[in-house]
């Protein structure tokens, strides 16, 4: 057995089709563990496979619908008898302002649909995600459950503060979960990325979005990634970065960290 000991254990990522989601799924299938991909695209993700490596059970899955996110569960443990890790992960991100002087009620100002939307995912998402997998867990009285946050979070950002707004329940419902769960064995944590490498999700309309809310041109918001002035360590981070961090939490090398949140941001802070 290797050193983190997930060598057949289970373990549902949520979004991992592409981004940072994949990267942490990888990092579990090379490590053994087996994992479900459950994600909205149409077509499964392919992951490299090694020698050593877990199998992977894809399942198209909505998170903000209970019956599709309870079924995803359900298939998850009939395949493989029982559930070790839920990685909250699904989200998503629209910049917009809560007002704009230059465009009310614009493309770029806060509307209740883009609300509704980025709350529905990143929170309701999380919810229905842990507690139909909290109840495996707490019935195994083992697992645990991490919770997928941001800098932004910890931090705030402009342009995108109702993404950080969510973030920062997330981490809100890691405390509260890890004082519920705990005593049923169900450890509970969280993990907060920085700047990150550049991935497919970093869309040109995503770009041009943030670019508007801060008053910069797409160019200027490139820029500024590559600077990196405001991380101490100097540069983006890696998405097997995250990977590494949940794959360790997950273990049971991390059995008394519990109702934290960790920052896989290089040291960047509003300083």
């Excluded at 443990?77 to 989200?91: L, P, S, T």
């Excluded at 302002?97 to 998402?125: A, F, H, M, R």
């Excluded at 983006?236 to 059995?255: I, N, P, Q, T």
């Amino acid at each position: 057995m290797s050193w983190l000991g997930l060598e057949g254990k289970t373990v549902i990522v949520t979004g991992a089709a592409s981004g940072i989601g994949k990267a942490v799924a990888e990092s579990f299938l090379e490590n053994g563990a087996n994992v479900v991909v459950a994600d909205m695209s149409p077509n499964p993700p392919e992951f490299k496979k090694g020698e050593g490596c877990g199998e992977v059970l894809y399942i198209k899955t909505d998170v903000t619908d209970r019956a599709s996110v309870e079924d995803m569960t359900a298939k998850a443990k009939e395949r493989f008898g029982r559930i070790d890790c839920m990685v909250n992960n699904a989200g998503i991100n629209l910049p917009c302002l809560l007002v704009d002087p230059n465009d009310p009620k614009g493309k770029y100002e806060l509307s209740e649909s883009i609300y509704d939307k980025v709350v529905n995912v990143n929170l309701k998402g999380v919810v229905l995600c842990a507690q139909a997998a909290g109840r495996i867990m707490v019935e195994q009285g083992s697992g645990v459950i991490i919770n997928m946050s941001s800098e932004s979070g910890l931090e705030g950002s402009e342009g995108q503060s109702i993404y950080a707004a969510t973030k920062n329940a997330v981490n809100s419902f890691t405390r509260s979960w890890a004082k519920e769960l705990g005593k049923s064995g169900v450890r509970v944590v969280g993990i907060a990325p920085g700047i990150m490498e550049a991935t497919g999700l970093r869309t040109l309309a995503y770009e041009e979005a943030l670019a508007y809310t801060r008053g910069i041109t797409v160019d200027d918001l490139r820029k500024g990634y590559e600077s990196t002035k405001t991380t101490p360590l100097g540069r983006s981070g890696h998405l097997f970065e995250v990977g590494d961090a949940a794959v360790f939490l997950a273990s049971k090398r991390a059995s008394y960290i519990h109702g934290v949140t960790l920052n896989v941001a290089g040291g960047k802070t509003r300083g």
